[in-house]
């Protein structure tokens, strides 16, 4: 099942490489969408694919690369529209 999913990271999420170390784990999942910091300290992404590969993708970003720390992690799951592009970093 294919759906959409807007997401806002909390934590010490910038400033660490992680927008890009989301990007590089969504490529190698296959998943389509943006990710991109926040003046308040908190990442948003949104993201479309299988609702279990989404699923994993979250897992990884709970960890996320080696200084960061993610204290929460908000979704909202919307219907799949298939226009997001390839995974990338947007500023």
């Known amino acids: ?7 806002r990271i909390h934590g010490k999420v910038q400033g660490v490489g992680y927008r ?8 190698r ?12 300290s908190t990442v948003d992404a949104a993201v479309e694919g299988e609702k279990e590969t989404i699923d ?3 897992e990884e970003l709970r960890e996320g690369p080696r200084y960061a720390e993610v204290t929460k992690i908000d979704q909202e799951t919307k219907e ?12």
């Open 1 to 7: 099942m294919k759906e959409m999913r807007l997401i």
């Open 20 to 27: 890009f170390f989301a990007t590089r784990v969504a490529r």
């Open 29 to 40: 999942l296959g998943l389509k969408g943006w990710i991109t910091n926040n003046r308040d």
């Open 56 to 58: 994993e993708w979250i």
């Open 80 to 91: 799949f529209t298939g226009k997001l592009g390839d995974f990338d970093v947007k500023f």
